[in-house]
């Protein structure tokens, strides 16, 4: 799940009491930037680390422990706490740090006296690669960390930008809403609203523990394990069945001819129906045997980075929980009907996986800047884009597909309509609470794959990275040891495409 960024944003925090789960969401800096400058010689740079650590939930415990920090000058990046899964009377809290490799001894070894360390995590430091390879690494160059292999989502799919379960009671929604101050680039995508009107769940507390539940399912999640199957209420499955109907309605007139191709497919093989709320394992399976793309719980919004990173090794984070009941059509952040509805129908089209999956490749240990741009990108093609079909303007956007309003907006003729062009496109302003002031169309989906590859290109970027299915693992090609090898597998499939002709009686030209 994606997050956007409007200009000013700035950080924000709230500390909970000691009558409810103490919920800490604070970002100091932003997680497109946490992963550093790692230029400096390796192990002696900078490492970002995770530490989760338990205390027990009384006034001052945690002023007490973040001090530590402070005094061996430990950077804070992110901080979160949540109720503890082993005692009610302690509370578990996630840091992500910066530090040198002495200053992070010290620290755990002094925090160990004042609290339980349940774990730590180095997110960024040193190379996992051999002492020999470590020249050869990107990291070394001052390249922000990414993800090596598809495990590696473990250590970043947890770094949410948590609003579920934040809920602000007071909050009203004319005002800007948390997820608007983490300094990230939010995807807002839903139905519009009238601005003046309060969201009920914001004030339900049975909403909110709901939420929690559904939080502490996905950070509890590890890759190889099945998705835990969720047993939804009948409240639920009552406010997904009124999304489901409107949508479906417009579907047929307004959805391009591969999302409808694949909806059928869904209700085989998923149960998807008004009545039913698919399971995410059932639709991981599914979309794996189709495209290669497999599902992931989120608790809450991602970087753009971390988000990117994903879609890489065809991983699409996905949230398990659904809107409020008080008002089915409209929702202030990405849910399952938003999801099953709008992503994964064309998560299941292989040319669209590819497309999906070359953003993610592209975004590997980019800059921030070009990771602003490619979700910039993302965001108007992904999530709004439109594409032509049979002379007619179609949707093909998850952000469209999952808003009956907005769906009708984007192709009733009042809408500015563009050519889709990723140099331009990445410098369109992605509005928030109203619908966008343009949206962009493309002539197919390899029209747009093939854009994006050209785009990416101009992307400043050291090295060049190659996806392995066979390991699901991402080769960064900055020797010609990798290249030699990649050339290799080449020359298979060329083989194989070479035999297949001749006994087509269509030799291959070379």
């Known amino acids: 799940m994606l997050s956007k960024k409007p200009n000013g944003a700035e950080g924000s925090s709230d500390a909970g009491n000691s009558e409810k789960p103490l919920h800490i969401k604070e970002t100091l800096r932003g997680a497109d930037e946490n992963r550093g400058s790692l230029g400096k010689p390796a192990c002696s740079r900078k490492r970002t680390a995770t530490i989760i650590f338990t205390l027990k939930n009384e006034v001052g415990g945690l ?17 979160e706490s949540r109720k503890s899964r082993r005692r009610d009377s302690d509370f578990e809290v996630f840091v992500d740090c910066d ?14 006296t004042h609290a339980q360390i349940v774990e730590i995590t180095p997110f960024g430091g040193c190379s996992p690669l051999a002492e020999d390879d470590r020249a050869d690494s990107p990291e070394a160059d001052g390249v922000p960390w990414f993800p090596k292999k598809i495990s590696d989502l473990d250590q970043c799919a947890n770094r949410v930008l948590m609003y579920g379960s934040d809920l602000d009671a007071d909050h009203p ?28 769940g914001f004030k ?27 047993h939804y209420t009948a409240e639920e499955v009552c406010t997904w069945g009124v999304v489901f109907r409107e949508l479906h309605k417009l579907y047929p007139s ?28 059932d639709v991981s399976k599914f979309l794996k045997g189709q495209s290669g793309f497999t599902i992931r719980p989120v608790a809450g919004y991602l970087s753009p980075r971390d988000f990117l990173a994903g879609l890489a090794f065809r991983v699409f984070h996905c949230t398990q929980y659904v809107r409020h009941s008080s008002e089915p059509l409209y929702t202030p952040e990405p849910d399952t009907c938003h999801e099953l509805l ?24 980019a800059s921030d800047d070009a990771v602003k741009k490619l ?31 907005e769906l009708k907006h984007s192709l009733s003729g009042k809408a500015n309509i563009l050519p889709f062009d990723p140099i331009l496109t ?19 989906f390899e029209e747009a794959k093939n854009k994006m590859r050209e785009f990416a290109k101009t992307l400043h970027r050291p090295f060049t990275v190659h996806y392995n299915p066979y390991t699901q693992s991402v080769d960064v090609l900055t020797n010609t040891h990798n290249i030699n090898s990649m050339v290799k597998d080449i020359r298979h499939e060329l083989d194989i495409v070479e035999e297949a002709l001749n006994q087509l009686g269509k030799p291959l030209r070379k």
């Open 63 to 79: 002023i007490k422990a973040l001090k530590l920090f402070q005094e061996k000058h430990v950077h804070l990046v992110h901080i």
């Open 99 to 112: 530090s040198e490799h002495e200053q992070m001894k010290e620290l755990t070894q002094l925090l160990s």
């Open 173 to 200: 929604v004319s005002e800007a809403p948390p997820w608007r101050n983490v300094g990230k680039l939010k995807c807002f995508y839903f139905e519009r609203r009238d601005p003046t009107v309060s969201l009920q």
């Open 204 to 230: 339900d507390s049975v909403y909110r523990k709901r939420r929690q539940y559904f939080a502490d399912v996905a950070m509890t999640f590890k890759h190889g394990n099945p998705i835990p199957k969720i």
């Open 254 to 281: 307004h959805a391009c001819k591969e999302y409808l191709k694949n909806l059928p497919l869904l209700t085989r093989d998923c149960c998807y129906s008004e009545d039913n709320i698919p399971q995410l394992e």
């Open 342 to 365: 709008g992503h994964v129908p064309l998560l299941a089209e292989p040319s669209f996986a590819q497309f999906s999956q070359e953003i993610g490749l592209a975004s590997l240990g």
């Open 375 to 405: 979700a910039t990108c993302y965001f108007f093609t992904v999530e709004f884009g439109l594409c032509k079909q049979d002379g007619k303007l179609r949707a093909y956007g998850a952000g469209l597909l999952s808003s009956a309003s």
């Open 426 to 444: 990445c410098n369109q302003e992605c509005m928030i609470t109203t619908f966008q002031e343009a949206y962009f169309v493309a002539e197919s």
